[in-house]
């Protein structure tokens, strides 16, 4: 079944714990991207990445890493998370050169910062 | 990418087609209008997208109007698993903004028995 996981689903942590949520795909997508989303501020986009070793910001990278080793993963990395950053995350992935962008979202993950 | 304007929120019966308008006044003669779903706080879900003719597929119609400011997706016969948030979506079809997509607050629908 073509799925976007991610893991884990739910997470609570301190505020300057270092933590990685994981992406996976199993679709040989290209394109992968993060996405927060809070309350009256909608989804907006943190990290994506093109391909393999090609990275780029999105609108709200501040306080996250990421890297794309191997096309099928793309881990958010959270240093010293604050509790900002508590909110509902997104994984998505899409081929690149897809006429349909069609992309697609995982199940999401709830991440609470204290 | 282009602006979208939807309606906060749609109630619709279940069983008769629900139309969720998005008005793009702005949008740019290579710019794709895309739907997309939430339910419940779920990963959104692709519906269906169009450049500027009229499109169908199992899970939706998208008719683009002629000047391609306006459009309307219509789930033609509801049910109550449709229950979601809508959203509108206007990007390039290509590029190196390809893939990011801009959500705004999208349209809640409630289908109701």
């Known amino acids: 079944e073509a799925q976007v996981t991610q893991n884990p689903r739910y997470l609570i942590t301190v505020t300057g714990k270092k933590l990685t949520v994981t992406c996976s795909q199993n679709m040989n997508h290209e394109y992968m991207s993060w996405y927060r989303q809070d309350p009256g501020l909608g989804l907006r986009q943190i990290y994506y990445s093109m391909n393999v070793e090609v990275t780029d910001k999105g609108d709200v990278p501040e306080g996250y890493k990421v890297s794309r080793k191997e096309k099928r993963n793309f881990p958010l990395i959270l240093e010293s998370p604050s509790p900002n950053q508590t909110s509902l995350y997104f994984c998505?992935?899409?081929?690149?050169?897809?006429?349909?962008?069609?992309?697609?979202f995982g199940p999401g993950t709830r991440l609470t910062v204290t | 990418d282009a602006k979208t304007t939807q309606p906060p929120s749609m109630d619709c019966a279940e069983g008769r087609a629900a139309n969720l308008p998005c008005n793009h006044s702005?949008?740019?003669?290579?710019?794709?209008v895309y739907w997309y779903r939430q339910i419940h706080s779920q990963g959104p879900q692709y519906i269906i997208h169009g450049l500027k003719n009229n499109e169908t597929n199992e899970m939706a119609s998208l008719i683009i109007t002629e000047d391609r400011k306006s459009s309307t997706l219509i789930l033609p016969h509801a049910t109550l698993r449709d229950t979601a948030v809508y959203y509108c979506i206007v990007r390039v079809g290509g590029g190196t903004s390809y893939g990011k997509l801009t959500f705004g607050q999208g349209t809640i629908l409630t289908v109701h028995p």
């Open positions: 998505a992935s899409s081929l690149a050169h897809s006429t349909s962008y069609e992309q697609y």
């Open positions: 702005t949008i740019s003669g290579n710019e794709y």
